[in-house]
T-cell receptor, first 117, second 114 residues
Framework: GAVVSQHPSWVICKSGTSVKIECRSLDFQATTMFWYRQFPKQSLMLMAT?????????EQGVEKDKFLINHASLTLSTLTVTSAHPEDSSFYIC?????????????FGPGTRLTVT | AQSVTQPDIHITVSEGASLELRCNYS??????LFWYVQSPGQGLQLLLKYFSGDTLVQGIKGFEAEFKRSQSSFNLRKPSVHWSDAAEYFCAVVANFGNEKLTFGTGTRLTIIP
């Protein structure tokens, strides 16, 4: 159990276009989802926290107008990269959190590789 | 400043040898502690976690980690590595229990040689 999927797994787009990435929790409800960005051979950098039914909370330095996050249901969060540029090329990973029995865990999706040409 | 440190960027180990990956944190209170593994081009898989209780934690794939409060460390160990263990390993913490945000270390890349 506790599977998180992402779609697409990879995408190539032209500079100036927008790209939407979906993150789904397949077998549990997630009130909170997270979006990360990872550059080659680097660690994960948290971009924003997505809460169902409310506005996302962005980390310092992340442009909220460029990276639009929508958490429309307890199983789906989307990240839209608007007016993409080559510097937005990266590996984007989402996670969904679940608290249970005094424990806590984040489950990660397989990631989406975005290449902007 | 609050931080998670993985001192070793890259470690090479012979197959069958033992492994220890280091992780240190700098927070006022004991955070929730995690170890994740990432294969190339993949998402992250949780190996183990520590919240409280027994300081020696057993995880999946034969990994274990020991929490040492006096050293602010949470080192990952495996007695005998397999070629399939080659991957990137991340230590992570949740320091603010109200917002559940994970802070990751910089990662340690593990290479296995025959």
């Amino acid at each position: 159990g506790a599977v998180v999927s992402q779609h697409p797994s990879w995408v190539i787009c032209k500079s100036g276009t927008s790209v939407k990435i979906e993150c789904r929790s397949l077998d549990f409800q997630a009130t909170t989802m997270f979006w990360y960005r990872q550059f080659p051979k680097q660690s994960l950098m948290l971009m924003a926290t997505s809460n169902e039914g409310s506005k996302a909370t962005y980390e310092q330095g992340v442009e909220k107008d460029k990276f639009l996050i929508n958490h429309a249901s307890l199983t789906l969060s989307t990240l839209t990269v608007t007016s993409a540029h080559p510097e937005d090329s990266s590996f984007y990973i989402c996670s969904a959190s679940r608290s249970f029995g005094g424990s806590y865990e984040q489950y990660f999706g397989p990631g989406t590789r975005l290449t902007v040409t | 400043a609050q931080s998670v440190t993985q001192p070793d960027i890259h470690i090479t180990v012979s197959e069958g040898a033992s492994l220890e990956l280091r992780c240190n944190y700098s927070y006022g209170a004991t955070p929730y502690l995690f170890w994740y593994v990432q294969s190339p081009g993949q998402g992250l898989q949780l190996l183990l976690k520590y919240f409280s209780g027994d300081t020696l934690v057993q995880g999946i794939k034969g990994f274990e980690a020991e929490f040492k409060r006096s050293q602010s460390s949470f080192n990952l160990r495996k007695p005998s590595v397999h070629w399939s263990d080659a991957a990137e390993y991340f230590c992570a913490v949740v320091a603010n229990f109200g917002n559940e945000k994970l802070t990751f270390g910089t990662g340690t890349r593990l290479t296995i040689i025959p």
